[in-house]
C-alpha cells in the first residue's frame, strides 16, 4: 500500500481492548478496481485488503477492531484527498457486536471480565 498517493482520512475512535479510549486515523487508499485501508495503534497495525468500496473497507477494518475486542467506535471522514473537511462531516457510530450468551449479565461474565482485565495489564 502506498500512503504517498491520494487518499481519504478518517478518525476511528472508540474504546480499546484494554477500555482505554483511543483516536486513531484511518488512511482508505484507492487501487486498481477498489480500495484498501490501513490502520495503526500501538503495537497494532491493520490493514484490510482490496475490496469494491470505500465504505466496505471502513466496514471491514471496523470489523477487524470488534474481533479484537475494541467497542464503542466511530469514524469521521477528515480528507478527501487533500482537502481537509474538519469535523464537516458527521460521525459515523458502529454497534457493538452482542456478546456471547454465556457472558451477557451474568457474574460468571463479570468475574471473566475482571481476570482478562488482570492478565492484559
Given at each position: ?98 456478546a456471547p450468551l454465556e457472558t451477557r449479565n451474568t457474574w460468571l ?13
Open positions: 500500500m502506498n500512503s504517498t498517493s491520494p487518499h481519504n482520512i478518517y478518525h476511528v475512535a472508540g474504546l480499546d481492548d484494554r477500555e482505554r479510549g483511543f483516536s486513531r486515523q484511518l488512511h482508505v487508499i484507492p487501487g486498481q478496481g477498489g480500495f484498501q485501508a490501513k490502520l495503526r495503534y500501538e503495537s497494532l497495525q491493520i490493514e484490510v485488503d482490496l475490496v469494491p468500496t470505500e465504505d466496505q473497507v471502513v466496514q471491514g477494518l471496523i470489523q477487524v477492531l470488534h474481533d479484537r475486542g475494541y467497542r464503542q467506535l466511530r469514524t469521521q471522514r477528515i480528507f478527501i484527498g487533500e482537502r481537509y473537511l474538519g469535523s464537516q462531516e458527521l460521525w459515523v457510530e458502529y454497534p457493538d457486536p452482542e461474565g463479570w468475574i471473566r471480565q475482571i481476570v482478562r482485565r488482570s492478565l492484559l495489564s
